[in-house]
């Protein structure tokens, strides 16, 4: 499949400057994508350590690991820092940075300085939120919900609430970048309906990032000054709403699901074209279905609201519109499945994680569908059922996507090969470990587990155990991979420029590419996924 | 971005001084009392004076078409936020006793 020489090119980003100043003032979009990598993958670790002790406390009934205070920090830094500091940004920044550039054929995002910034501010973002996890910890829960976070929690809640507020204009001016570049910089000949799939994905993401960022930033900002000052915008006492946060908050926090998993899902698309070796099935559906959900997914936020005294009446109109969603999710979902139909398909690790997205965001797609309906909603509220769902989505689904995109452009990225056994073996245990650990939850939480405490009846201990037991597995699959791509940074063979044999500009220059990326500038004469195009040699 | 509108400073003199007027206004009517319109009277000039803003001192009145979209979508995004956030205040209280 793959005739280059394998050895690295002489020239390339990685090579092409070196000590810290060279990386701290870069604005190669590329090196950009690695600092964020790193920051990301730090965070990821820092979440996923509560999670570990979250799990650990969960392995017996009584509370007896850590006291119901600490608990209740630990699960509210877990959803901080994974939901803000890794999920949101994870795709979009690390392989959206590196890959729009490539994937339209130009040298840099529109905006390089204001990229290098936008990092900048998530690090300083992160470090409020690092100062307040040290000095005290939070104990709101990930949605701060008033009268709690305003009036009676005594833990740091403004320092949380700034880190988060900073870390915004972080993720508004990334996608603001994107959208320009998309709009503006563009290849010759490669017009919208030749994208690939992962931009069209990343725009309608970026689309959210700037329509609902500014709302949840606002909101967040009027907790910390309620608190601080005593407004009246949420404290009945003084005229408020309770229930307005939660308005305001889920007006964003609903669509930043789809900012975590819309990412995710153009992923999947590049890599089921790339090992099926065809072209998507219903392009330009797919990429319809993707500013669907993004739009769409504007106008359902108050199914989190259900039991929360809103009117009956809104909550009907909200329980199907929230219906519609499943909509664009099952058209992508089928599609996928269409295009695997006949296809040639080589089951290398990246495919093996689309895979997994695909079985596990249905999963997680259709108990939404659950959720989303009136009553069976009132019933599993505020229960593991919630927390199974949710982690279908945002593990199974955005993370699953991350992990197979950060494989299937692996090599790109550091021009080197990862061990595709190890890389098997591990996309194995990651499946595995994250049923074992959800799959008992979604039962736990039916038969009336809730959510949120950290002792809990001695008849959910056998759930729970296989839960906790499944975490750890987990746990081990996500060490795997941090091991051998770091190792294969220095010891990994030459990947050479293309291969996966696949169809796309990014794979029409070395790995690693050039600062500028192409030595000329591409034009385009073909469709996304042309892969009859690519063995009649029509793809230039 | 290829041809830059240039304004003459007369209009941002009327702009101000219109704004300066729809602040005298603002105050002048909340000494009124028109009960449930005393919100609604002190919203139409506080959006009428953000419009003149986006459209002048933002110069969004001499911008390219797509500006003009992405003005018009945000507002409607911001429409979406308070549209459906209403249906829930307006009809809380809807079928409910006591
Ligand atoms: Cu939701």
Redesign the pocket.
């Given at each position: 499949m793959q005739t280059t020489v394998a050895a690295l090119p002489p020239r390339h980003y990685l090579n092409d400057g070196f000590g810290i100043r060279s990386w701290l003032f870069t604005r190669d979009h590329k090196r950009i994508a690695l600092l964020y990598l790193a920051t990301i993958t730090l965070f990821f670790f820092i979440g996923g350590a509560m999670a570990v002790l979250i799990r650990l406390e969960l392995a017996t009934p009584a509370g007896d690991l850590v006291t119901d205070e600490t608990y209740n920090k630990l699960f509210t830094m877990h959803g901080v820092m994974m939901v803000f500091f890794f999920l949101i940004p994870s795709i979009p920044a690390t392989l959206g940075n590196f890959l729009v550039p490539l994937m339209i054929g130009a040298k840099d995002l529109a905006f390089p300085k204001l990229n290098l910034l936008s990092w900048y501010i998530f690090v300083v973002g992160g470090l409020f939120t690092l100062y307040a996890l040290i000095s005290g910890g939070v104990d709101t829960g990930w949605t701060f919900y008033t009268p709690f976070s305003t009036i009676s929690s005594t833990s740091k809640v403004v320092p949380t609430a700034l880190g988060v507020f900073i870390t915004g204009f972080s993720s508004i001016l990334t996608g603001l970048n994107f959208i320009v570049t998309i709009h503006r910089m563009r290849a010759p000949g490669m017009t919208w309906f030749r994208m690939p799939l992962f931009l069209w994905s990343i725009y309608a993401t970026s689309l959210i990032m700037v329509l609902g960022t500014p709302v949840i930033a606002i909101t967040i900002l009027l907790v910390a000054a309620e608190r601080l000052f005593h407004f009246g915008f949420f404290d009945p006492a003084v005229g408020g709403d309770p229930v307005l946060f939660q308005h305001l908050f889920?007006f964003y926090?609903?669509p930043a699901?789809y900012i975590m998993v819309l990412p995710s899902m153009g992923v999947v698309s590049e890599v089921v074209a790339a090992f099926c070796r065809k072209p998507v099935f219903g392009y330009r559906i797919v990429a319809f279905a993707s500013v669907a959900i993004a739009v769409l997914?504007f106008l359902?936020?108050a199914?989190?609201m259900f039991v929360a005294g809103i009117s009956v009446y809104a909550a009907m109109i909200f329980s199907v519109l929230?219906m519609l969603v499943a909509i664009p999710s099952a058209v992508k979902v089928f599609n996928w499945t269409a295009t695997m139909y006949r296809g040639s398909i080589s089951w290398q690790t990246p495919m093996l994680y689309a895979m997994g997205f695909i079985g596990l965001f249905t999963i997680g797609g259709l108990t939404?569908v659950f959720?989303a309906t009136l009553a069976v909603n009132v019933h599993v509220t505020d229960t593991y059922f919630i927390v199974a769902h949710?982690h279908y989505i945002m593990v199974g689904g955005a993370l699953m996507g991350y992990l197979g995109g950060l494989h299937y452009w692996w090599p790109k990225i550091s021009g080197r090969l990862y061990p595709e056994f190890l890389a098997k073996l591990s996309a194995g245990i990651i499946f595995l470990g994250f049923n074992l650990t959800f799959f008992p939850q979604f039962v736990a939480g039916y038969l009336g587990m809730p959510r949120r405490y950290h002792a809990y009846p001695p008849d959910f201990q056998v759930l729970n155990v296989l839960s906790s037991a499944g975490a750890s597995i987990l746990g081990v699959g996500y060490l795997i991979p941090m091991a051998y791509l770091m190792w294969s940074l220095r010891y990994g063979r030459a990947a050479g420029s293309n291969p996966f044999g696949a169809v796309g500009l990014e794979w029409m220059t070395t790995s690693p590419p050039p600062t500028e990326n192409f030595a000329t500038t591409p034009v385009v004469a073909w469709d996304a996924y042309d892969y009859k195009g690519e063995v009649e040699g029509r793809v230039a | 971005m290829s041809q830059t509108h240039v304004v003459p400073t007369r209009v941002y003199y009327t702009i101000f001084a219109i704004l300066m007027f729809c602040t005298y206004l603002t105050v002048q009517v909340a000494f009124l009392d028109l009960g449930a319109l005393n919100t609604v009277a002190a919203l139409a000039i506080a959006v009428f004076k953000a419009v003149l803003v986006v459209l002048f001192f933002m110069h969004v009145k001499y911008s390219t078409r797509l500006t003009w979209v992405v003005v018009i979508g945000g507002a409607f995004w911001l429409g979406i936020l308070l549209a459906l956030t209403m249906t829930d205040y307006l009809s809380r209280a809807w079928g409910t006793f006591g």
């Open positions: 889920w926090s609903h699901v997914g359902v936020w199914h989190h929230s939404g959720l949710f | -």
